[in-house]
């Protein structure tokens, strides 16, 4: 076959691999003057239909997808019956070739390499497509100027999506077969293929790399099946393998027989690994505290290799008073050993000021089998757990690692809650509420609502945004903002969104719309009386254009679950009415549409504000203008600085 020329254009140079339906060659693009591989099936297959269908849904599977972390395909075609796909060339060895050479990896290159493979499972997940055979040999180490670079290899047996509806095509589905020591477990099971398949069997590869075998490492297929199915994977930490412990949570996801347990996305999966990876290059800061020189001494001397290879940090203090300011000095302590016994302040008053200084640190108490009152009073007052003397060091040893354990998923926690609390603020009022009442499940549930939706658009704020620097910018136009969201959320309103310098809110249940109204009228008159008070020059002097509408809206979370990119909104005419009302209106203006104008009640004061070009080619419509609400609304300006 060297030297062959395929398709009238590829010139054959050398084989260089076996794909699971093909010989790989190199060969020269004579047209394009540049090297390529060509995957070309065996001719003794050619004749079979139902293998040039998977191999010509191999070629128009990767080419749906162009992401750096997937092979990329140049052309397909047939020469002399036999099909064959051209793709760039790649340098370097796959990682199977790597593990069964190095037979483990470290953490940090393992989350490199997930990190690139999480990125290039996404992007299929964008473009409907399941790898289904997702293994080492299948993640290409392709070496380059700039580096090394994972490229995803042979999407033969891969499924799109949108297949899966066709009865035909599930028939074709359950004739194949992935490489069963990284199957999932519906996948052996012969269910049709889903993303999660792929974030299995990439927790397979994760655990291989790491301890050196595989979770379920039978060589009997049908014993294999079974065990893939019902045994549960040995943890790392059972495997003498220097790992760290948070491992073993990490693949209780990663490896969950239920998939509805598993990581939901790539990425969720390669953020946890990158958070355990980042918590083990942080050796765990322990303070000891006791008066005792030899007891530092043998401490230093038994715990003398965790410290040498940066797996313990430890800090003295001889008592309590100094352990406070090594606390003070050291904030990133995380464990306190401490004697009870020892002057100017004793480990329990110790116990009871660590709080103060350190929250997340958590306290051992040292103390002698007789003295096991002041052990139960340490306990009640908050100690973690206690070793007793004359100190068993292995006993210790047990007590520190479950302790620091606990330290870091009570750090982790509060990580979380930070990130949260950030989160929050970006995150749509209304679906935070209806996860409180509904759970995740039914957050994004769509549900018809009768609403009043507003806009409040800060007028021509994109000229100053263009004026401006981005930070000067922002904060004027927050300034404008401070001020109109506490008005509509003191009216019950939720904000659904800010869209460029506008801010889009709802009002729904009893009087959506007077309540709508008031608010609107008040934001008005807060932003007037600030403008009055802070001058020409400042941000409130924009004025505000302001649209309301009032119907039924759809409640719903939209955007794409494949990609976990979702938003919560409202959806509908009133929607869109309100939006275009807000640009039609004046700086000052509270514009409504006839449904407004019939539903408010006698004491809001509306006057005709003529024909608006309201909605995009169209004719101008008769819009409405809001005046005033009686009774009057108290002004910012108006109200006292203390109320007694």
């Not at 009238?8 to 084989?15: N, P």
């Not at 303070?287 to 965790?306: H, P, S, T």
């Not at 679906?431 to 509904?438: A, K, Q, T, V």
């Not at 008005?487 to 869209?499: C, M, N, S, T, Y």
Request: aromatic letters at 6%; one cysteine or more.
């Amino acid at each position: 076959m060297q030297d062959h020329t395929i398709g009238g254009r590829y010139a054959l140079r050398r084989e260089i691999g076996h794909g699971g339906m093909g010989v790989v060659w190199e060969a020269f693009d004579q047209m394009l003057r540049r090297t390529v591989a060509i995957k070309r099936m065996p001719a003794g297959e050619g004749a079979s239909d139902e293998a040039q269908r998977r191999f010509a849904q191999e070629a128009t599977t990767i080419a749906r997808v162009r992401h750096e972390h997937i092979v990329q395909v140049h052309d397909y075609g047939i020469d002399q019956g036999a099909p064959y796909i051209v793709m760039e060339l790649l340098e370097g060895e796959d990682l199977e070739s790597r593990l069964r050479r190095v037979h483990q990896l470290p953490a940090a290159a393992v989350l490199s390499l997930i990190r690139q493979i999480g990125a290039g499972l996404d992007a299929a997940r964008a473009a409907g497509i399941v790898h289904c055979d997702l293994k080492p040999a299948n993640v290409f180490l392709a070496r380059s100027a700039y580096g090394e670079s994972v490229k995803i290899l042979d999407f033969g047996i891969g499924w799109t999506l949108h297949d899966g509806g066709d009865g035909a095509s599930n028939e074709r589905y359950s004739g194949r077969f992935g490489t069963p020591a990284y199957m999932s477990p519906e996948q052996v099971r012969g269910a049709v293929p889903h993303p999660l398949t792929d974030l299995w069997s990439l927790g397979v590869i994760v655990y291989r790399a790491l301890t050196g075998q595989l979770p379920f490492p039978l060589t009997d297929v049908r014993e294999l099946i079974v065990s893939i199915c019902t045994d549960p994977h040995p943890v790392p930490s059972s495997l003498g393998v220097d790992l760290h412990p948070g491992l073993d949570r990490f693949f209780e996801r990663a490896l969950a027989k239920d998939r509805s347990r598993r990581f939901q996305s790539a990425r969720e999966l390669v953020s946890a690994f990158a958070a355990i990876c980042e918590a083990a290059t942080r050796p765990a800061k322990i303070l000891v505290v006791d008066d005792e020189v030899d007891a530092q001494i043998l401490l230093k001397l038994y715990f003398r290799r965790k410290t040498g290879r940066a797996a313990y940090e430890l800090v003295f203090a001889d008592n309590g008073e100094r352990a406070l300011d090594e606390l003070r000095r050291h904030p990133d302590i995380d464990v306190v050993v401490t004697d009870i016994n020892m002057p100017v302040m004793d480990g329990l008053a110790l116990l009871e000021r660590i709080p103060e200084v350190n929250p997340l640190a958590r306290t051992v108490i040292v103390s002698a089998y007789g003295d096991m009152t002041n052990i139960r009073r340490a306990m009640n007052r908050g100690a973690f757990d206690f070793v007793l003397k004359p100190i068993n060091f292995e006993d210790l040893e047990a007590t520190l690692e479950k302790t620091v354990r606990h330290v870091e998923e009570h750090r982790r926690k509060a990580r979380s809650n930070e990130e949260n609390d950030v989160l929050r603020k970006f995150t749509s009022a209304a679906l935070i509420e209806r996860l409180r009442l509904h759970g995740p499940g039914g957050a994004a549930a769509s549900e018809a609502l009768e609403a009043t939706v507003a806009f409040i658009d800060v007028y021509q704020f994109t000229r100053v945004a263009k004026e401006r620097p981005p930070a000067e910018a922002t904060r004027l136009l927050n300034a404008n903002f401070e001020v109109i969201v506490p008005e509509l959320l003191a009216e019950g309103g939720v904000v659904d969104k800010f869209v460029g310098d506008a801010v889009m809110a709802v009002f729904h249940g009893p009087d959506h719309l007077d309540r709508a109204l008031q608010a609107c009228l008040a934001a008005r008159a807060q932003l007037e009386a600030m403008a009055q008070r802070a001058g020409d020059d400042s941000p409130y002097a924009h004025g505000v254009c302001i649209g309301l509408s009032t119907g039924d809206v759809v409640a719903a979370g939209i955007g794409s679950h494949a990609c976990g990119q979702l938003g919560y909104t409202v959806l509908g005419e009133v929607v869109n009415a309100a939006a275009h009302l807000a640009r039609a209106a004046l700086p000052g203006e509270i514009l409504i549409d006839g449904a407004v104008c019939d539903a408010a009640r006698r004491e809001v004061k509306i006057e005709a504000a003529g024909q608006r070009s309201v909605w995009p080619r169209s004719e101008p419509t008769a819009v409405y203008r809001v005046l005033r609400s009686e009774p009057s609304l108290r002004l910012l300006a108006e109200q006292p600085t203390v109320e007694v």
